[in-house]
Structure formats: C-alpha cells, structure tokens
Nanobody, 114 residues
Framework: VQLQASGGGLVQAGGSLKLSCAAS????????MYWFRQAPGNQREWVAM???????NYADSVKGRFTISRDNTKNTLFLQMNSLKPEDTAVYFC?????????WGQGTLVTVSS
C-alpha cells in the first residue's frame, strides 16, 4: 500500500486548507487511517483518526477546526483544516493500518503565517 499526501501550502492565520492522502489500494480496506503532524524541533503528534466503522476522533488542539473524512470512490483520505493558527504549522503525514501492517505517506508542508 502506498499513500501520497498533498495539499499543503502557505496560508494566513484564520484561513483554510484541505489535505488529501491518495491510497494505491481500495481505501475501504484500510481499517484505520490517521493524520499526524510534525513541527520543526518537535515529535510527530497525532491529529485525527478515521475508521471504516465511521468512528472519528481528534486531538484536543484541532477539535472543532479540523475534519477528517474518506472518499471511497476516489480512494482518498482528506483533512479539512479551518481557522488555521500559526501553531498548526507542520509537515502533515497520513498513515494507514491494514491487516496488521502500517503505512505512511511522505508528508506535506503546511505553513500558517500570523
């Protein structure tokens, strides 16, 4: 399974971006998918998760601002990010867990200017 993240860029505080993570396989077969992020000098942190059972969850820091979703017809995971803050600046990674194996995308940079 290969995951390809895209959609990052430069945005002003208060703005929005939508990240995409395209999967090389049927995304409905990937039991759990996640977004993580890593800011410069920091450890990678979990942002959001989505399961094939419809369960979603978010880190407190993004709850109410970010929305994770899947489009099974496009085999793509999304992260809609609204009301962006400078502290959201990071490289964002998608991750999938399927049949006991873990897969990571290559990351996409999000920069939020104040």
């Amino acid at each position: 399974v290969q995951l390809q993240a895209s959609g990052g860029g430069l945005v002003q505080a208060g703005g929005s971006l939508k990240l995409s993570c395209a999967a090389s396989t049927t995304i409905g077969s990937i039991g759990a998918m996640y977004w993580f992020r890593q800011a410069p000098g920091n450890q990678r942190e979990w942002v959001a998760m989505d399961t094939i059972f419809g369960y979603t969850n978010y880190a407190d820091s993004v709850k109410g601002r970010f929305t994770i979703s899947r489009d099974n017809t496009k085999n793509t995971l999304f992260l809609q990010m609204n009301s962006l803050k400078p502290e959201d600046t990071a490289v964002y990674f998608c991750k999938g867990i399927s049949k006991g194996s873990t897969y990571w995308g290559q990351g996409t940079l999000v920069t939020v200017s104040s």
